[in-house]
């Protein structure tokens, strides 16, 4: 047999997992322990000090927790990867590697709100300074930069109005400064776009939306891309690239090579400020994974189906969904993500903000609260609910206007989503 590289689906099921070489168990056990018991005294000096790679403490490292790493690295195609608590968990441990009270990075304007708060104002009582980009103009990154920036955050597919964003261009300007693209790919998730291999240095999901993907369980991940040189600028990425005195002066970079990103978030940020994910919950994404690119293309051509059918209804004013052929981001769409738009994406009802309100209490199959990526279907009325601290004018800016209905379409049977959305519509 020739050199065969698995598939996508193939992955998803089996990377990372072995049948248990204790008990022969198939699926992924759930290793619910906090602690492992050493080999002997030098076995723990070695794990302790990072010569020796092993379990020692599940708030740094668990079985179940490394089989949902594996996997989701090889889905992006990374070199290794750390799960943690939630998402923004993820984002704490990826901002602890680059970032020192002084220093700053640039995000895109368009982000998912707990992180424009988490980059905006917890960030703040670091010492870690945001500054804020348009999303669509690549060199409004570059005009912010200046020696103390030190990374470019982006989505891959931008909360809410799911619109896909040019990745390669922005990684682009980050790269001809000398700096990392760290891409958020929660909202398309790797069966529809793979940052890495459009310039990204590191992927972050928030696992519990699509990667997980039932709604049921909160969890983050890192995604080491291996290509970036941490020591070019000596000093700059000081937690890689300098003698680290709690491991003896080991230097992240110099020993871990292309996966030392990974590496520090783990044995620093890890460590140090806590947020390890449960096995239980790990075990959970892990199980959901198996079936994310069926859930992936079935999300993205329901939400077609649906984002067609409330273009033709009369109480519509507008719709926002890059899979429509006459989408201002249906080129992007095209290039970054051909198989399909994802499924969460807004529109407009022409009754205003009674009307959105409205609508969102009409609807019985449709849920009414705030997430996205779970299998059913969910809605919210941004103006009314997430951005309604906002004043009219910011809420505009955001796309939470008070016409505004965002929709994260499930996988049930189009035809009883539409007709939820129908009989919901007919009562405004
Ligand atoms: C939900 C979400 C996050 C935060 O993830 P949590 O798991 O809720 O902490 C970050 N980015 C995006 C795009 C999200 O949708």
Do not use: C
Not at 393 to 414: K, T
């Amino acid at each position: 047999m020739t050199n065969h590289n698995p598939g996508f689906s193939t992955l998803a099921i089996h990377a990372g997992a072995a049948p248990d070489p204790a008990t022969g168990a198939r699926a992924t056990p759930i290793y619910q322990t906090t602690s492992f018991v050493f080999e002997n005294a030098d076995h723990a000096a070695a794990l302790f000090g990072l010569q020796q790679f092993g379990n020692i403490y599940t708030r740094i490292m668990n079985p179940t927790q490394a089989v949902l790493e594996e996997r989701v690295a090889a889905l992006e195609g990374g070199t290794a990867a750390l799960a943690v608590a939630s998402g923004h968990a993820a984002q704490l441990l990826i901002f602890h590697n680059l970032l020192r009270p002084g220093t700053n990075f640039i995000a895109a304007r368009r982000l998912y709100g707990g992180s424009i708060n988490q980059f905006g104002h917890a960030f703040k009582n670091f010492g870690w300074e945001v500054r804020w980009a348009d999303t669509n103009d690549p060199e409004s990154f570059a005009a912010q930069i200046d020696e103390n920036t030190q990374a470019i955050f982006i989505e891959s597919l931008a909360n809410p109005a799911g619109t896909f964003v040019d990745i390669a261009a922005i990684a682009d300007v980050a790269h001809r400064h000398g700096l990392p693209l760290i891409v958020d790919n929660t909202m398309a998730s790797p069966y529809l776009v793979r940052p890495l291999e459009h310039g990204a240095d590191i992927v972050v999901h928030s696992l519990t939306k699509f990667l997980g993907g039932h709604g049921n369980s909160m969890g983050g991940i890192i995604v080491d891309g291996g290509t970036f040189d941490w020591s070019a600028k000596p000093g700059k990425y000081s937690m890689l690239s300098e003698p680290r005195p709690e491991y003896g002066g080991v230097v992240l970079h110099q020993t871990f090579g292309n996966f030392a990103f990974a590496i520090a978030a783990r044995v620093l940020g890890l460590r140090d400020l806590g947020p390890a994910i449960s096995p239980f919950n790990a075990f959970m994404i892990i199980t959901g994974i198996e079936t994310l690119p069926l859930r992936m293309q079935r999300h993205s051509d329901n939400a077609l189906a649906v984002a067609k059918w409330l273009k033709t209804h009369d109480k519509v004013a507008w719709v926002s969904y890059s899979g429509l052929e006459d989408d201002p981001n249906h080129a992007l769409q095209q290039r970054y993500s051909p198989k399909g738009a994802g499924a969460v994406f807004t529109f407009g009802l022409k009754g205003g903000y009674e009307a959105g309100k409205g609508f969102v209490e009409g609807l019985k199959l449709f849920s009414h609260l705030a997430n996205i990526g779970d299998t059913r279907s969910l809605v919210i009325h941004p103006a009314s609910t997430t951005h309604r601290q906002l004043t009219p004018e910011q809420q505009v800016a955001a796309g939470a206007g008070p016409d505004v209905v965002r929709l994260s379409v499930g996988i049930e049977d189009s035809s009883d989503i539409i007709a939820d959305l129908e009989q919901s519509l007919a009562k405004i």
